[in-house]
């Protein structure tokens, strides 16, 4: 049991370039969650979903976009990446109605755009 | 909307020594979930403890505790006979349990560090 998986652990991207950052859950967890965290600051909820083929934002969705087609995956798309959008990215997912479970992180995704 | 506040950016303890971490929020809810979470620096986040607030009693977990207030609206974390690996960023959450969305709401953090 793996947990939460993200790839890639860091990256580098230039201003305009498209990404997807990978998100894996083998707990077959209903809800995912996709987060940033700048530095020194808490996390900050950029899109979730409560189950396959639904989605909704969440507090910070400019600029991503998300699609989760399986239970496992939910990626989490850059198509225009901006300098504002260096930070580290974590996934995280939950079970229970209303996913009101423990939220399990993923280790993070270091992403640079310069 | 709801807000966590960690109004101390850093803490410093010897080891073996107990440090108190504040934390504190502001909700018009009745009902929620708090939370602390760790982050070392691997940067992934653990849970270390959860309270739900309708229980009256204070969630622990082994040297893990916390001081739930729901009147003052603060719940801070106490960690007794600190540990080297508990130097990390320690975050205080908040989770609503209205509506779909279970987001969490989180403070700023507070690093912590231990002194051998």
């Known amino acids: 049991n793996a947990g939460v998986t993200q790839t890639p652990k860091f990256r580098i991207l230039k201003i305009g370039q498209s990404m997807t950052l990978q998100c894996t859950q083998d707990?077959?967890?209903?809800?995912m969650y996709w987060y940033r965290q700048d530095p020194g600051m808490g996390l900050k909820l950029i899109y979730y979903?409560?189950?396959?083929?639904?989605?909704d934002k969440g507090e910070v969705p400019n600029g991503y976009n998300v699609s989760r087609s399986t239970t496992e995956d939910f990626p989490l798309r850059l198509e225009l990446a901006a300098p504002s959008q260096t930070s580290v990215y974590f996934c995280?997912?939950?079970?229970?109605?209303?996913?009101?479970?423990?939220?399990?992180f993923g280790p993070g995704t270091r992403l640079t755009v310069l | 909307a709801q807000t966590v506040t960690q109004s101390q950016p850093e803490m410093s303890v010897q080891e073996a020594e107990t440090v108190t971490l504040s934390c504190t929020y502001d909700?018009?809810?009745?009902?929620?979930?708090l939370f602390w979470y760790k982050q070392p620096p691997s940067r992934q986040m653990i849970l270390v403890i959860r309270?739900?607030?309708?229980?009256?009693q204070n969630a622990t977990e082994n040297r893990f505790s916390v001081n739930f207030q729901k009147a003052a609206k603060s719940f801070s974390l106490k960690i007794s006979d600190s540990q080297l690996g508990d130097a990390a960023m320690y975050f205080c959450?908040?989770?609503?349990?209205?509506?779909?969305?279970?987001?969490?709401?989180f403070g700023k953090g507070i690093t912590l560090s231990v002194r051998p």
């Open positions: 909700t018009s809810e009745s009902d929620y979930y």
């Open positions: 959450a908040y989770r609503s349990l209205a509506g779909a969305n279970s987001k969490l709401t």
């Open positions: 979903s409560v189950g396959a083929g639904i989605t």
């Open positions: 707990m077959n967890h209903n809800y």
């Open positions: 995280a997912s939950s079970q229970g109605q209303g996913g009101i479970g423990t939220q399990y």
């Open positions: 309270q739900e607030a309708y229980k009256q």
